[in-house]
């Protein structure tokens, strides 16, 4: 039994556990032919994670995430997985790494883009999308800038996942920076990209930011997404990296990287994102 533990939770709709669970296989195939004892599944939920008693520290010794085992077992605790000492390779995105995140974990790599609409490789956008009218979607941009109808936005009721998400509140925020100071009528916080696309179609909002994967897959398996469209898309930015427990060794932490490498994914470089 391994030692580690591994998740893919960021695009882990129920409707592709089946994909994501072929992924991982691969994934994790690609780590054993390295030597390292990857995980037989990932981890979907906070009853899955080995606890840590007293809570997970940093190496000064201080609380930075919560015991798994005193927190709900059928929910997964973002920063608890994220944070915990047996991560070998996980999901997560470039907000929480900025607000501190990177500081306690090692970066591995960065998946590929290029099978979504609004995606380049290690880039990804977000497409902004409000309620359906009749008229066409917009085309994401070839050149990967933004394109934000600010007539359109102004005074809207906004919805967006978390505070901390670069693809659903941040890169919207600072591409709106570099163009014109705009006002939301309303901030909505949903919890979830799939849950901002349901609140526009219920009329409880007007607008949303949602990553190309994200809005892919609500494409295929969310109603609402039906009666939205997009009106626009933010500027490209790099997309969700893999990361690895701080503790985990430098020759692991290079096998992971051959292994991300092998299956066409990006390597990490010195700039933590392009937003």
Same mark, same amino acid.
């Given at each position: 039994?391994?030692?580690?533990?591994?998740?893919?939770?960021?695009?882990?709709?129920?409707?592709?556990?089946?994909?994501?669970?072929?992924?991982?296989?691969?994934?994790?195939?690609?780590?054993?032919?390295?030597?390292?004892?990857?995980?037989?599944?990932?981890?979907?939920?906070?009853?899955?994670?080995?606890?840590?008693?007293?809570?997970?520290?940093?190496?000064?010794?201080?609380?930075?995430?919560?015991?798994?085992?005193?927190?709900?077992?059928?929910?997964?605790?973002?920063?608890?997985?994220?944070?915990?000492?047996?991560?070998?390779?996980?999901?997560?995105?470039?907000?929480?790494?900025?607000?501190?995140?990177?500081?306690?974990?090692?970066?591995?790599?960065?998946?590929?883009?290029?099978?979504?609409?609004?995606?380049?490789?290690?880039?990804?956008?977000?497409?902004?999308?409000?309620?359906?009218?009749?008229?066409?979607?917009?085309?994401?941009?070839?050149?990967?800038?933004?394109?934000?109808?600010?007539?359109?936005?102004?005074?809207?009721?906004?919805?967006?996942?978390?505070?901390?998400?670069?693809?659903?509140? $941040? *890169?919207?925020? @600072?591409?709106?920076?570099?163009?014109? /100071?705009? &006002?939301?009528?309303?901030?909505? +916080?949903?919890?979830?990209?799939?849950?901002?696309?349901?609140? $526009? *179609?219920?009329? @409880?909002?007007?607008?949303?930011?949602? /990553?190309? &994967?994200?809005?892919?897959?609500? +494409?295929?398996?969310?109603?609402?997404?039906?009666?939205?469209?997009?009106?626009?898309?933010?500027?490209?930015?790099?997309?969700?990296?893999?990361?690895?427990?701080?503790?985990?060794?430098?020759?692991?932490?290079?096998?992971?990287?051959?292994?991300?490498?092998?299956?066409?994914?990006?390597?990490?470089?010195?700039?933590?994102?392009?937003?």
């Amino acid at each position: 039994m391994s030692e580690f533990i591994a998740a893919l939770p960021m695009y882990d709709w129920p409707e592709v556990r089946a994909e994501v669970d072929a992924q991982w296989a691969r994934l994790r195939d690609a780590i054993r032919q390295r030597g390292i004892e990857a995980p037989e599944t990932v981890v979907r939920v906070n009853g899955d994670l080995p606890p840590v008693p007293g809570g997970i520290r940093d190496a000064a010794g201080k609380i930075i995430a919560a015991d798994p085992a005193t927190l709900p077992p059928d929910e997964l605790n973002f920063p608890s997985l994220w944070l915990h000492p047996a991560l070998l390779i996980g999901q997560t995105c470039w907000g929480p790494m900025e607000f501190g995140l990177s500081k306690h974990v090692q970066l591995v790599g960065q998946p590929s883009y290029d099978a979504y609409e609004g995606g380049k490789g290690e880039l990804y956008s977000s497409a902004i999308v409000m309620l359906a009218d009749g008229g066409m979607s917009v085309p994401s941009p070839t050149d990967g800038r933004a394109v934000i109808p600010i007539d359109l936005i102004r005074d809207k009721r906004f919805a967006f996942n978390s505070l901390d998400s670069m693809s659903g509140i $941040i *890169a919207l925020s @600072r591409d709106l920076e570099d163009m014109e /100071d705009i &006002e939301f009528s309303q901030h909505l +916080q949903s919890g979830g990209h799939r849950a901002s696309i349901v609140a $526009i *179609a219920e009329g @409880r909002a007007d607008i949303a930011t949602i /990553d190309c &994967e994200s809005w892919a897959l609500a +494409q295929r398996f969310e109603p609402a997404a039906q009666r939205v469209k997009v009106v626009g898309w933010t500027a490209r930015r790099k997309g969700l990296p893999f990361i690895t427990a701080l503790s985990t060794p430098q020759e692991t932490v290079a096998a992971l990287r051959e292994a991300v490498a092998s299956l066409g994914y990006a390597q990490p470089s010195n700039r933590s994102s392009s937003g």
